[in-house]
């Protein structure tokens, strides 16, 4: 083998080595996935001041400790990082009674006085002393037409019956954080 | 923390590989290629010499790619970033009174949420926070004032991780003197968790407020992979 021809071997090998390098940065431009996580006591409160007198914010969870149902709503955080928006939000309850309890909410998309909201309604059942994970209520893009949900304002308002309360809220998206 | 990181450590022995210059290696394997060498040894010896020739341009070869691929994988897992990440929010957004009976005491400023009766009252905070990070919560920060004018105060919080009815929680207490008319922090990281992180992503805060005192802000850091 010849001097240039070995010398046209390493070019081309430098070559594919350098374009092998430099190629998957651009394969690398890829998505990761983000979650808020957050008890319900930072973005949720009782809807009217009626309520109030029910309600026991504990850390872990906020509780209706009164006698009959309250009215609670919830605000979530957004941010312009989810480009296609928020794909999962998990409300978590907790059924601090004997018996089997019923709880009912609404996603609640968009802005007041402005453009189009949207309002998802979901029960769901939760057993007797029950909590954590068991008692999730979760909205996917399968509740909203195959569509992921406004990136921006999202909100809920849930109807808390007696002996139950909320401990946990968390919302889920993709972060494009480029090549 | 990077030091600990095993990407890190893959990546500095790439490193170590990619740094191997062919005009280190080569002259241990290069034979001497004088011509009085090649007349007084004969054709066998001209026939070693040749094959040495050809098996030193092949190491050289060999050498160059190990180098350049190493240096190209190098490169990618560099690329595989953890940056510090705050979630920060004035007490008002994160934070509320534990119990309606505390409610007539307390004053939610934007810039605090206040006592401002005549006794303690409880708060309820809850903060931010993901699971999307490979180290666990690595600090949590609440910002207290003292807005007695003379009255030096003693603040006390627990910080409380995890889910309701679910899994183990954790409780960590710490109290903390506020001067007169001042501020101070409460700061739970490491040295409050045997050197770790925390791994609980619930992060939540209750604290005994005297009367006088209020929470300003609070604040959360995490490492979080940024990708490419």
Redesign the interface.
Known sequence: ?SFPS?FQ??SL??AA??G??FA??EA???S???????????PC?PSLAAF??Q???????LQNEGTSPVFISCSF?GTDRAANGFDVIVL?F?NNTSSTVNVTCSLVTGLSKFGTQQALPKTIVMQPN????QNQMFWTPGDNGGQPFDNFSLNADCTLPAGT?I??TVTRYDED??? | MQGTNPHCTQWSSRLSVASMSPDKIAPLNRPQFGADSIHSQGRSSILRAHTMMIFARFAFSAVTIVSVLGFSLAARDAQALNLERSFVKNATGTCQSALPVFDGQIFKRPLAIQNEGTASAFISCSLMSTNQTPSGITEIVVFADNNNPTTPIDLTCTLITGLSKFGMQQFITQTISIAANSRNQIIWNGSNNNGNSFNNFTVNVSCNLPMGAGLSMTRLRFLQDVGA
């Open positions: 083998m070995q071997l390493y090998l430098l080595a350098l092998s390098a998957p940065n690398q431009a890829v990761r996935q983000r979650l808020f996580i957050q008890n319900a006591i930072g409160q109030e007198n309600i026991r914010n504990r850390p872990l969870a955080t978590i907790d029950s909590g954590g994970f309360g401990s946990q954080v480029g090549a």
